[in-house]
């Protein structure tokens, strides 16, 4: 998330279509996401999205401060660094405020469709709930960032290619991000469903019942 944040500003056109380069990192969040809501459940990418923010909230605030300290004279390099970092704050508040509103929407709807499907098609799920999720992300996004700044055809262009740039790099992560969960999911032994969880994003709640996980009922059965 950091790293996205840090290339954020710097716009590069790709095969004839315009993104900002943190696109090309940040939808490894929701590839992480996925994996996580399926092997461990809700409640854990709840507070791996909690750590996500908090870690985020400190790279802002540590460039606040070190703009802020005092200059040497012959540093001549630091006033171009200083303001790069005024319009990267920007780009990182937006990025914190559209992460705090797409990653619980993409864990809540691969834990609602776990259950749904009964834990069948899990590529389905992580695309499905990543093509949400990203839109959100996207949209709230690319507004904060970059409205004002460029003109709004250019803002809607780069809003939709944000989002198709992430719903395909979740789909060309599938064989990797599938194998890795199955693995994880014997590694572990665990495969929780959400069927009783509360989905209050502000609690901090991770533990689960027997029931919860399906490999460890199926071993006690």
């Known amino acids: 998330m950091v790293l996205a944040n840090w290339f954020d500003p710097r716009l590069v056109k ?11 990192i940040f939808p490894l969040t929701f ?6 809501t399926e092997v461990y459940g809700y409640k854990h990418a709840r507070r791996a999205i909690w750590c996500g923010f908090l870690f985020n909230g400190l790279f802002l605030l540590y460039g606040y401060l070190v703009t802020h300290l005092p200059s040497p004279s012959y540093a001549t390099q630091n006033a171009a660094f200083d303001q790069f970092m005024a319009s990267d704050a920007r780009i990182i508040l937006a990025s914190a405020i559209s992460y705090l509103c797409a990653e619980p929407l993409n864990s809540f709807i691969m834990a609602k469709l776990k259950i749904k499907l009964a834990g069948r098609a899990m590529g389905f799920r992580f ?3 990543t093509l949400i999720a990203s839109g959100f992300d996207s949209c709230i996004f690319s507004l904060i960032a970059f409205y004002g700044i460029i003109k709004n055809p250019e803002l809607l262009s780069l809003t939709l290619t944000m989002w198709l740039i992430k719903v395909i790099i979740e789909i060309l992560g599938l064989p990797l991000s599938i194998k890795l ?3 994880l999911k014997q590694a572990e032994h665990m495969d929780i469903y959400d069927r009783e969880t509360q989905f209050n994003l502000f609690s901090l709640k991770v533990d689960y019942e027997t029931k919860d996980n399906l490999l460890e009922e199926e071993s006690l059965l």
């Open 31 to 36: 590839l992480l996401s996925d994996m996580i």
């Open 14 to 24: 790709l095969f004839g279509v315009v993104t900002d380069a943190g696109t090309l």
């Open 181 to 183: 969960t199955k693995k």
């Open 127 to 129: 695309v499905f709930s």
